[in-house]
DNA sequence: TTGATTTGACCCTT
DNA sequence: AAGGGTCAAATCAA
């Protein structure tokens, strides 16, 4: 019974590993095409991407990583770290400004990068989240500091996403904003229709190279709200302009992809893509595979699609 | 050991 | 009073 149990395990870890080596070497395939695809003048654009194929891929490392470890991902440390609380400073140090509680770090645990993370470039801070500053740091040859920010549900919703926003040294207006964790929270100040309309664009920002997916599906996709409000902030830069700056891909993986209301079904898959995309990472190897992996995201759209 | 991240107390603003 | 920013210190990873 436990070794029928067993080998199941073995079996489906042994799938999840070819698929996630194979979507490893998708992205990889990707990064190439797209270096390809890109113009050379639009370095916003390309960085950004760039960005963004390395967290594919390093989310694919991590994840191979993990599973040949035998470790969940993001499985819950041990918050309740045992120690027991001694109370003696507190009064000692009444005088002082801050008092120091000898057991305040007991379940302090540095987060070990096991969260998906995304960065993005933006104009303002502002992306429609309530965040609530807990930290700034000045950082080691950086010229600015870091502010680090955490979902203002961290506590009433159990909300673990927060983000770190440091301005960018090559253009002091622009914010280089690192998303960590994902919103777990429902935030009432949230609200898809409070979005602005998302102007006509190109049906396909990047072709996936698809033959399941029509263009008219692939519009649908990426001119729904979803999508425009992920990428209105990096438009700002260009509003007259509806052709995307950066690709469909990035707002795919960028984390407040949850803040929206999708509807059911296709939250449902929203969520596996995102995990896909999350669970890809360091390129090592170029191969054949990149049609297939995206072709699988695809898939589960067109399911969606036709509900 | 160093630099980055997180915590919690305190203070300010609304 | 509640919520958010500041800051010193604790803690962790490299």
Redesign the pocket.
């Known amino acids: 019974m436990e070794s029928l149990e067993q080998e199941n395990s073995s079996i489906d870890r042994k799938k999840l590993t070819g698929v996630l080596i194979q979507g490893q070497e998708s992205a990889t395939k990707l990064k190439i095409l797209l270096q390809e695809s890109f113009s050379s003048e639009d370095h916003a654009t390309n960085s950004m991407v760039g960005v963004t194929i390395e967290e594919i891929l390093g989310s694919f490392s991590r994840a191979l990583t993990i599973l040949n470890s035998g470790k969940a991902p993001g499985a819950p440390v041990d918050h309740q770290?045992t120690t027991p609380c001694s109370e003696e400073q507190e009064s000692q140090n009444s005088n002082k400004?801050?008092?120091?509680?000898s057991?305040?770090?007991?379940?302090?645990?540095?987060?070990?990068?096991l969260y998906s993370c995304t960065r993005i470039l933006s104009k303002t801070m502002e992306d429609g989240r309530?965040?609530?500053?807990?930290?700034?740091?000045?950082?080691?040859?950086?010229k600015y500091p870091?502010?680090?920010?955490?979902c203002?549900h961290k506590y009433d919703q159990e909300c673990q996403a927060?983000r770190?926003v440091q301005q960018s040294e090559d253009d002091p207006s622009t914010y280089v904003i690192t998303y960590?964790g994902e919103h777990t929270c429902k935030d009432p100040t949230i609200s898809p229709h409070l979005l602005p309309p998302s102007p006509p664009r190109p049906s396909s920002i990047i072709s996936f190279g698809s033959e399941t997916t029509t263009d008219d599906q692939k519009e649908i996709l990426f001119n729904s709200p979803c999508f425009s409000a992920l990428k209105q902030e990096i438009d700002e830069e260009a509003p007259s302009n509806p052709t995307p700056r950066s690709s469909s891909l990035e707002f795919l993986m960028s984390p407040d992809l949850e803040a929206f209301e999708w509807p059911a079904p296709m939250a449902e898959y929203m969520g596996i893509a995102l995990d896909r995309c999350d669970a890809m990472s360091d390129m090592h190897s170029s191969n054949s595979c990149l049609d297939m992996e995206i072709n699988t995201i695809l898939f589960e759209f067109d399911d969606v699609l036709s509900v």
């Open positions: 770290a400004k801050r008092k120091i509680q057991c305040r770090r007991a379940g302090y645990r540095r987060r070990a990068n309530t965040w609530r500053k807990y930290g700034q740091k000045d950082i080691f040859n950086s870091r502010s680090y920010f955490r203002t927060t770190q960590m």
